[in-house]
């Protein structure tokens, strides 16, 4: 077991023999671990209707800026990503966050068939979990916290980081679970892992007036690069 894991997991069992486990408050994300450059991942994630995600991280050196960029695209399950979806974000800070950071967007660039399109005129944040209901305003209170194991496809890795190909069928992980005095986010459930991508195995959420939110992991690398090879600079250039 990674230290870490066996950090967490001995933590969560030394405190429930001391407190009743509904009385701790946890803090859902805070543990865990920030994305790198050059690393990519593909969730199948949705409110009952799922809908695959491929996420990547990347900076954009030029002799002008040193910029952070995430890159997605998304497509239906089982099959590829729409390269007409594909957008890049600009971000406002030279450091990645976790898989639920907040970030805020210098400006987004787009690609649409063979057109590149920028929006730079007060660009939305970026949530990488695409809703706002999945993001507690507050701590919650554990329901459940315990080993486990999370299955994983076997084209899960796509590439090591030391370019020595893995399959795994499945990793260990903490399962938690908690619930929310939030007026969206009621339950949220949390497979967490050093072994696998910005530390998620499997997500599972339940949401006032939704279907239930799931996301699993379908497959990441190590080796991330842009589908966007224009830098921001050209592209403003393009569109003056």
Request: proline residues 7%.
């Amino acid at each position: 077991m990674i230290r870490n894991d066996f950090l967490a997991l001995g933590m969560g069992a030394f405190a429930s023999t001391l407190f009743p486990l509904e009385a701790l408050a946890w803090q859902p994300y805070a543990v865990l671990p920030a994305a790198r450059a050059g690393l990519w991942v593909r969730y199948i994630m949705g409110f009952g209707v799922p809908y695959q995600k491929q996420v990547g991280f990347g900076i954009e050196r030029t002799p002008i800026a040193e910029r952070y960029f995430i890159e997605t695209q998304v497509g239906m399950p089982g099959g590829s990503c729409n390269p007409n979806t594909m957008k890049k974000a600009y971000l406002r800070t030279r450091t990645f966050g976790n898989l639920t950071q907040v970030y805020g967007v210098q400006a987004y660039v787009s690609r649409s068939s063979t057109l590149v399109m920028l929006d730079e005129d007060q660009p939305p944040p970026l949530r990488l979990l695409d809703s706002v209901h999945l993001y507690p305003k507050g701590g919650g209170t554990i329901t459940k916290q315990g080993a486990s194991t999370v299955s994983v496809p076997r084209q899960a890795v796509h590439q090591s980081e030391n370019s020595i190909a893995v399959q795994k069928t499945a990793v260990a992980c903490t399962q938690c679970a908690a619930r929310f005095d939030d007026p969206l986010l009621k339950e949220l459930e949390l497979w967490t892992s050093s072994n696998v991508p910005l530390g998620v195995g499997k997500m599972r959420a339940r949401v006032s007036g939704m279907p239930p939110f799931e996301l699993t992991i379908d497959s990441y690398g190590f080796d991330f690069h842009t589908g966007i090879t224009e830098s921001l600079e050209a592209v403003r250039a393009q569109q003056s």
